[in-house]
């Protein structure tokens, strides 16, 4: 097969992954990598953390946790597809595109923000009062999709939730897969293989990354290598935001001044610039499992967060991703 040929294929599984994404996403009945990946981390840990008394131990199969996994999911999804590539080379671009859109959640993350602001948008529609049972049934519905404690949140906290998931897995769960996607798309890994390792490595944070106990020093490893991973992403998909907002300089200068108060070399930096985007402002007091954390606040708060913000701010992921997609399609053309 020439290079054109090479090439034509490496867009046209990106292009396919990624309407495949668009129109399906992650149906819930479906199996997926990443339940796998769970699976796999939960028994890991739930021995190391039985058997293993030290800390220095912990640390060290934390190490060897993060290395088996990332590789692991990276070979074996390069293993499938070249399986099915043996068997049918039409099996094979089938596997590579299937395996590749799972590690997008734009469809996902879409549904989980329209999914909580249903009971809200449809208890006003002509601002009457949000009733006591749309109220319960929003706090239920964003409990299956954020750690914080969701039973008395109000209504401009729902939102404040709902947004700052939004901006930080618009590139945890969406431009990071996607980048890594592009740049396996440039060697002969190609695309799904490097992007399921990322995924991986963003499984592993979510899990164990966590600096309180049980997982301090079990995550510790899983959680500075997946900081390290999403930082070039992270930074990109903040100049990206910057670019589409039509007022560069001002979003990163809030950037500037107010991520940096985020513990988190990333998440800070992604919904600051969301924040600044769309004129809103994010962070303050959050509950987890009743201890309360105050998060630095991000952002001037021009208006206030409300589901046709929340939309605005699913517009511009859906914007990155197509700015990226294309420039990566086009780039591998030329390359």
């Known amino acids: 097969m020439g290079e054109w040929g090479e090439s034509g294929i490496a867009a046209f599984i990106l292009i396919a992954a990624a309407t495949l994404d668009f129109l399906i996403g992650d149906p819930w009945s479906w199996p997926h990598p990443v339940q796998v990946m769970g699976w796999g981390i939960h028994h890991y840990s739930t021995l190391a953390l039985k058997y293993i008394p030290s800390p220095l131990g912990l640390r060290l199969a934390g190490v060897g946790l993060a290395i088996a996994l990332i590789g692991l999911s990276g070979i074996t999804g390069w293993g499938a597809i070249a399986l099915m590539t ?33 009971p809200l948008t449809l208890a006003h529609p002509t601002d009457q009062p949000i009733t006591a049972n ?22 401009p906290e729902i939102l404040r939730a709902i947004l700052e998931t939004v901006g930080e897995n618009g590139v945890d769960g969406i431009m990071g897969p996607l980048f890594y996607a ?18 991986a490595a963003s499984t592993l944070d979510s899990m164990v990354g966590y600096k309180e106990p049980p997982y301090t020093d079990l995550g510790w490893c899983s959680a500075k290598l997946e900081d390290l991973l999403t930082w070039v992403p992270c930074r ?30 990333n998440s800070g930096w992604s919904e600051c610039a969301y924040a600044a985007s769309l004129g809103v402002q994010v962070g303050g007091t959050n509950t987890y499992k009743g201890v309360v954390k105050h998060k630095p606040l991000m952002g001037e708060g021009d208006r206030p967060i409300t589901a046709s913000v929340i939309y605005q701010g699913l517009r511009l992921n859906r914007a990155c991703f197509l700015i990226w997609l294309g420039l990566g399609v086009t780039i591998r053309f030329i390359a």
């Open 86 to 118: 043996h068997l049918h080379p039409l099996l094979g671009l089938g596997m590579h595109i299937v395996l590749l859109a799972a590690c997008f959640a734009g469809r996902s993350l879409r549904d989980a923000a329209t999914d909580v602001l249903a």
């Open 134 to 155: 749309h109220l319960a049934e929003a706090r239920t519905r964003l409990s299956r999709y954020v750690g914080r404690d969701t039973q008395a949140l109000d209504p």
């Open 182 to 199: 592009l740049v396996g798309a440039m060697t002969p890994l190609g695309s799904a293989p490097v992007a399921l390792a990322y995924k």
């Open 236 to 265: 990109l998909t903040v100049l990206t935001l910057a670019l589409l907002s039509g007022r560069p300089l001002h979003v990163l200068r809030l950037c500037r001044r107010d991520a940096a108060a985020d513990p988190s070399p």
